[in-house]
């Protein structure tokens, strides 16, 4: 049988974890409720899905998961601009689209910069000037697909494009409680 003193201490840790990833995923949880309730396009799932892409987020506090946000978003225009090498590359028929892209490239390039002002920001304390670069950041998708729609040419960045907005509401969303 096995004795209470060898039971009691694995209960005290059991019910540490219960309690440290319960108030942890309350924050996770707050912030998305409140993120979702400010923006009508944000659903709380969505907002879920979109921390759960950092393991960090279940244990961040409000200011951790505001930084968080601005890396997830970092790592999405990085990889943007990726996609619009590729897409120079391969467009050799369409000379007409490289000027936008030239464009969107610049602009993810500086919302790289905007971000990791951003994120530095939130570390520091200094809120105001993070949502100044996030805004700044956020403006980068809308200003790239007008290049495209002046042209009358569809973008081939629409999908990135509209995803950075969304996600870029999100940490404005956030950053705007701290
Ligand atoms: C971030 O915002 C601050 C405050 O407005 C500004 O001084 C700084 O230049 C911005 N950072 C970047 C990379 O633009």
Known sequence: MT?????LPQ???LLLFLLVSSSAASTLDDTCKSVSASNKDLA???CVK??????????????GLAVIATKIIRAAAVSTGRRIATIKASQGDDRRIQGPLA?????????VDQLDAAARGI?????????T???????????CEEGFREL???????????KFSKECSIALAVTNTL
């Open 3 to 7: 004795r209470p003193s060898q039971v």
């Open 11 to 13: 209960l005290a840790v």
């Open 44 to 46: 709380y799932d969505y």
């Open 50 to 63: 979109f921390f759960q892409a950092c393991k960090g987020s279940a244990t961040a506090d409000k200011r």
């Open 103 to 111: 464009d969107c490239d610049e602009l993810y390039s500086s919302a």
């Open 123 to 131: 570390s520091s304390g200094k809120f105001q000037d993070a949502l």
């Open 133 to 143: 670069n996030l805004s700044a950041a956020a403006d980068a998708p809308q200003t």
């Open 152 to 162: 009358g040419v569809s973008s081939p960045l629409a999908d990135e494009d509209s």
